[in-house]
């Protein structure tokens, strides 16, 4: 309606044109405006990469690449290194995802291929609520309740039946890898499940009823012919958790321990690069210590950048092939 | 022949069951930690949380009133930089898209999308706090606006795109130039989805602490503006729970069922909206 009103005018009037000229000039300035906003994103992401790089720059030409490799961390001496948050980070979220994956994908696998529509949709729903729970809450959470639970029974229990791996011996806090991993693992169940459903629905129905037709029970069809075809984008819902794993600071922080060496029981206390960066980045002082700090985020953005591209490139492949059927 | 029948027949159904324990698991999460949060917050909600200060350590009592109205306040910076800057940007993407410059933001989005919390609040920290020498409300917010401005972007620009070309061409042959469709056509009808977005964004950021510990940081007192440090709930909830104190836990379990039920209400406010928005495909 107000779109012909405005249009009118310059219709009528051949004398009223350069006002009609000017609103059809309102494209150029809408254009404009809106690509002003798309350029700031580019540059604020721009400004992020190049602050860590700058920041940064003190403590790669101190250290190198030796920076990665070297278990010292001392702020007095401005002596520092990587590896224990490096491990930290990559070992609490390989396990959490080795805990994560087997309930994930077969949560996944009962949303789209057993669950009916509505049924299916509402539990989905639930699930995806619990990606909105702050991560603070699950640190809140698991400082009271899986701390404890680690300290006085999963820990004792695992140490008894599994004390002749190194992976499972030394004094049990409560606090360490295992914990961080158990928590993180909760955390990641919604982004494998919710993605994971996506690729096992954009299998095509044909490929279920041909594998039932040929006598297939529901179960070897699910198995042998719905996940392979969709493993592509279930491996892509693994890389992003991952990813989210990696990343994850409050819960972490508040589980972990903050022990900046590294242990090879899983039951030990130990840190993780965005556990240390919360907890000394506002004291750091000096030269190099939040050079080292910065170094270390732009090592975990690296890293997630890379798992989240592995990630988009195998949903898309996954979903273009689902949409060309349809 | 029948040995194998009946243990592929047995095969199916344990593990057809242990895909619904799986789900079952998964799902019940959710209402463990409801249940718990519920019952530990709510034996510690009272009307001084929503009123009074903190107390120092060792005195009991108090609340986190400031915490509260330090949240807002930084929800309130990081919406009015976020969701403008992530709606045009949406905006950008989806009716001037095309290949290039547009692949270039849309995967700069992306890009943002996916670093760590705990990234941008160094990054918020170097450009904002270090610089000034001091924590601001106004670094906090400018830290959660950068989470906000890609999920923005996002469901902006999926939304838009999924307004049927007839409108736009109905609008376009009335004779109206191509922004004026844009903002009183395409805009309107995909107005729910947007909405749905920038309140699952605005809930998102709220329940962030990881950016706001180096930004805006914490604060006992109330803040004396928009340059000073500012309690929030997250950063409240993890200094206190940290914390080896009792009656600081149970102020941590009240604010962290008070932001919850904040969250979890946006999150289902935001699916209802979208459910009943069914019309903005038609």
Redesign the interface.
Same mark, same amino acid.
């Given at each position: 309606m107000? !779109? @012909?009103a405005?249009?009118q005018p310059? +219709?009528t009037k051949p004398g009223n044109n350069s006002l009609a000229r000017r609103?059809?000039g309102?494209?150029e300035? =809408?254009?404009l $405006?809106?690509?002003? #906003?798309?350029?700031? &994103? +580019?540059a604020? @992401?721009?400004?992020?990469i190049g602050?860590?790089w700058l920041?940064s720059a003190a403590s790669r030409e101190k250290f190198g690449f030796a920076f990665l490799s070297s278990t010292m961390w001392n702020p007095v001496t401005d002596e520092f290194g990587a590896y224990p948050f490096l491990y930290g980070t990559v070992v609490t979220s390989v396990v959490a995802l080795v805990i994560s994956v /087997?309930?994930? &994908?077969?949560?996944a696998?009962? %949303?789209s291929? %057993? =669950?009916g529509g509505k049924w299916s949709d509402a %539990?989905t #729903?639930?699930?995806e609520? %619990?990606a !909105? &729970? /702050?991560?603070?809450?699950?640190? +809140?959470?698991a400082? #009271?309740?899986i701390v404890p639970m680690m300290r006085e029974f999963i820990g004792p229990a695992l140490k008894s039946s599994f004390g002749f791996l190194p992976l499972f011996q030394g004094p049990v806090y409560g606090v360490g890898y295992l914990t961080a991993s158990l928590v993180l693992a909760?955390m990641i #169940? /919604?982004y494998i $499940?919710s993605v994971s459903r996506e690729a096992l629905m954009s299998v095509p129905r044909e490929q279920r009823e041909a594998a039932l037709a040929l006598g297939a @029970?529901?179960?070897?069809s699910t198995?042998q012919i719905v996940v392979p075809y969709a493993r592509l984008g279930i491996i892509g819902s693994i890389f992003l958790a991952f =990813?989210r794993a990696?990343?994850?600071?409050?819960a972490v922080t508040?589980v972990i321990g903050n022990d900046n060496n590294i242990h090879t029981s899983l039951l030990s206390p130990g840190n993780t690069i /965005?556990a240390i960066?919360?907890s000394e980045?506002?004291e750091a002082s000096g030269t190099y210590h939040p050079a080292a700090?910065?170094e270390l985020?732009f090592v975990?953005?690296m890293l997630?950048?890379i798992l989240?591209g592995c990630a988009?490139l195998l949903i898309l492949v996954t979903t273009s092939k689902g949409s060309a059927r349809a | 022949m029948t040995a194998r029948n009946l243990y592929r027949k047995g095969l199916n159904n344990v593990m057809l069951t242990l895909t619904g324990v799986c789900a079952f698991v998964t799902v019940s999460t959710l209402f463990v930690i409801l249940a718990y949060l519920v019952y530990n917050g709510g034996k510690s909600v009272d009307f001084d949380f929503f009123t009074q200060l903190p107390k120092g350590t060792g005195e009991l009592g108090g609340g986190m009133a400031n915490a509260i109205v330090g949240s807002a306040e930084i929800i309130a910076i990081a919406s009015l930089i976020g969701i403008p800057v992530g709606f045009f940007t949406g905006v950008y993407l989806s009716e001037w898209g095309g290949p290039g410059y547009c692949f270039l933001v849309r995967y700069m989005c992306d890009l943002l999308n996916g670093v760590p919390s705990i990234v941008i609040g160094i990054f918020a920290a170097t450009v904002l706090v270090k610089p000034l020498h001091h924590f601001s409300a106004l670094a906090g917010g400018f830290a959660l606006s950068l989470m906000l401005i890609p999920i923005t972007a996002k469901s902006t620009e999926q939304f838009l795109s999924e307004v049927p070309r007839s409108l736009r061409e109905g609008s376009l042959a009335l004779g109206a130039p191509k922004w004026r469709t844009i903002a009183s056509v395409v805009v309107p009808a995909a107005r729910k989805g947007i909405m749905t977005g920038v309140i699952l964004g605005v809930a998102r950021i709220s329940g962030e602490s990881a950016p706001l510990l180096f930004t805006s940081f914490n604060n006992q007192d109330w803040s004396n503006g928009m340059r000073d440090p500012v309690a929030s709930l997250p950063v409240m909830i993890y200094s206190h729970a940290i914390a080896p104190y009792d009656d600081w836990h149970r102020q941590a379990w009240a604010a962290g069922l008070v932001l919850l039920t904040l969250v979890l209400i946006a999150n289902i406010a935001a699916r209802l909206i979208l459910t009943r928005g069914t019309t903005t495909r038609g």
């Amino acid at each position: 309606m107000a !779109s @012909t009103a405005a249009a009118q005018p310059g +219709l009528t009037k051949p004398g009223n044109n350069s006002l009609a000229r000017r609103l059809r000039g309102g494209d150029e300035v =809408a254009w404009l $405006i809106t690509l002003l #906003f798309a350029t700031s &994103v +580019l540059a604020v @992401t721009a400004l992020l990469i190049g602050e860590l790089w700058l920041g940064s720059a003190a403590s790669r030409e101190k250290f190198g690449f030796a920076f990665l490799s070297s278990t010292m961390w001392n702020p007095v001496t401005d002596e520092f290194g990587a590896y224990p948050f490096l491990y930290g980070t990559v070992v609490t979220s390989v396990v959490a995802l080795v805990i994560s994956v /087997p309930i994930g &994908v077969g949560a996944a696998i009962y %949303l789209s291929e %057993l =669950a009916g529509g509505k049924w299916s949709d509402a %539990l989905t #729903f639930l699930v995806e609520l %619990l990606a !909105s &729970v /702050p991560s603070v809450i699950y640190g +809140l959470l698991a400082i #009271f309740t899986i701390v404890p639970m680690m300290r006085e029974f999963i820990g004792p229990a695992l140490k008894s039946s599994f004390g002749f791996l190194p992976l499972f011996q030394g004094p049990v806090y409560g606090v360490g890898y295992l914990t961080a991993s158990l928590v993180l693992a909760i955390m990641i #169940f /919604p982004y494998i $499940i919710s993605v994971s459903r996506e690729a096992l629905m954009s299998v095509p129905r044909e490929q279920r009823e041909a594998a039932l037709a040929l006598g297939a @029970t529901k179960w070897e069809s699910t198995w042998q012919i719905v996940v392979p075809y969709a493993r592509l984008g279930i491996i892509g819902s693994i890389f992003l958790a991952f =990813a989210r794993a990696l990343g994850e600071t409050m819960a972490v922080t508040m589980v972990i321990g903050n022990d900046n060496n590294i242990h090879t029981s899983l039951l030990s206390p130990g840190n993780t690069i /965005p556990a240390i960066l919360a907890s000394e980045f506002n004291e750091a002082s000096g030269t190099y210590h939040p050079a080292a700090l910065i170094e270390l985020a732009f090592v975990l953005f690296m890293l997630t950048l890379i798992l989240n591209g592995c990630a988009r490139l195998l949903i898309l492949v996954t979903t273009s092939k689902g949409s060309a059927r349809a | 022949m029948t040995a194998r029948n009946l243990y592929r027949k047995g095969l199916n159904n344990v593990m057809l069951t242990l895909t619904g324990v799986c789900a079952f698991v998964t799902v019940s999460t959710l209402f463990v930690i409801l249940a718990y949060l519920v019952y530990n917050g709510g034996k510690s909600v009272d009307f001084d949380f929503f009123t009074q200060l903190p107390k120092g350590t060792g005195e009991l009592g108090g609340g986190m009133a400031n915490a509260i109205v330090g949240s807002a306040e930084i929800i309130a910076i990081a919406s009015l930089i976020g969701i403008p800057v992530g709606f045009f940007t949406g905006v950008y993407l989806s009716e001037w898209g095309g290949p290039g410059y547009c692949f270039l933001v849309r995967y700069m989005c992306d890009l943002l999308n996916g670093v760590p919390s705990i990234v941008i609040g160094i990054f918020a920290a170097t450009v904002l706090v270090k610089p000034l020498h001091h924590f601001s409300a106004l670094a906090g917010g400018f830290a959660l606006s950068l989470m906000l401005i890609p999920i923005t972007a996002k469901s902006t620009e999926q939304f838009l795109s999924e307004v049927p070309r007839s409108l736009r061409e109905g609008s376009l042959a009335l004779g109206a130039p191509k922004w004026r469709t844009i903002a009183s056509v395409v805009v309107p009808a995909a107005r729910k989805g947007i909405m749905t977005g920038v309140i699952l964004g605005v809930a998102r950021i709220s329940g962030e602490s990881a950016p706001l510990l180096f930004t805006s940081f914490n604060n006992q007192d109330w803040s004396n503006g928009m340059r000073d440090p500012v309690a929030s709930l997250p950063v409240m909830i993890y200094s206190h729970a940290i914390a080896p104190y009792d009656d600081w836990h149970r102020q941590a379990w009240a604010a962290g069922l008070v932001l919850l039920t904040l969250v979890l209400i946006a999150n289902i406010a935001a699916r209802l909206i979208l459910t009943r928005g069914t019309t903005t495909r038609g």
